[in-house]
């Protein structure tokens, strides 16, 4: 599932020595002492990404692991807290009033739930620009 390989673990090794390097400035920019650990490990994920990837190989999966499942995580979370503090009470006011958007209402004397589509006309021109 997780994919390893060299290019992958070199842009891992890439992209935390870049955000490492950035920390590391901060650090110094409010002159704390911690500038050169962050300065470290900018140059170990840098020499590592870079040359020897087998050494960042675990950390990397270690990482994705982590990542995949803060991923899972956060879907189920974003997705709960949006479908019902924001469907769900949209939901309740449209059946409060009334509203069928998606014709679901049940009709005991209609014949048939089929909606009548009219006719478009064949145009050229509406073929052109889809978008």
């Known amino acids: 599932m ?6 992958e673990v070199r842009k891992f090794g890439i992209t935390f020595a870049i955000l490492t ?10 002159e704390s002492d911690l500038w050169m650990w962050f300065t470290g490990g900018s140059a170990f994920f840098l020499v590592t990404g870079l040359f020897i990837r087998p050494v960042l190989k675990p950390l990397f ?3 994705m692991t982590f990542a995949h499942a803060l991923a899972w995580f956060n879907t189920r979370l974003i997705m709960g807290v949006s479908f019902f503090v924001l469907f769900t009470p949209i939901g309740l006011v449209m059946r409060l009033f009334g509203k ?4 679901v209402r049940i009709e005991k004397e209609s014949p048939s ?3 009548r ?9 509406r073929y052109e620009q889809l978008f």
């Open 61 to 63: 999966i270690g990482w």
């Open 21 to 30: 390097a950035l920390i590391a400035g901060y650090a110094i920019y409010r």
């Open 113 to 115: 739930y089929w909606s």
């Open 2 to 7: 997780i994919n390893a390989s060299p290019q």
């Open 117 to 125: 589509r009219t006719p478009e006309t064949l145009e050229l021109k």
């Open 100 to 103: 069928d958007f998606l014709n």
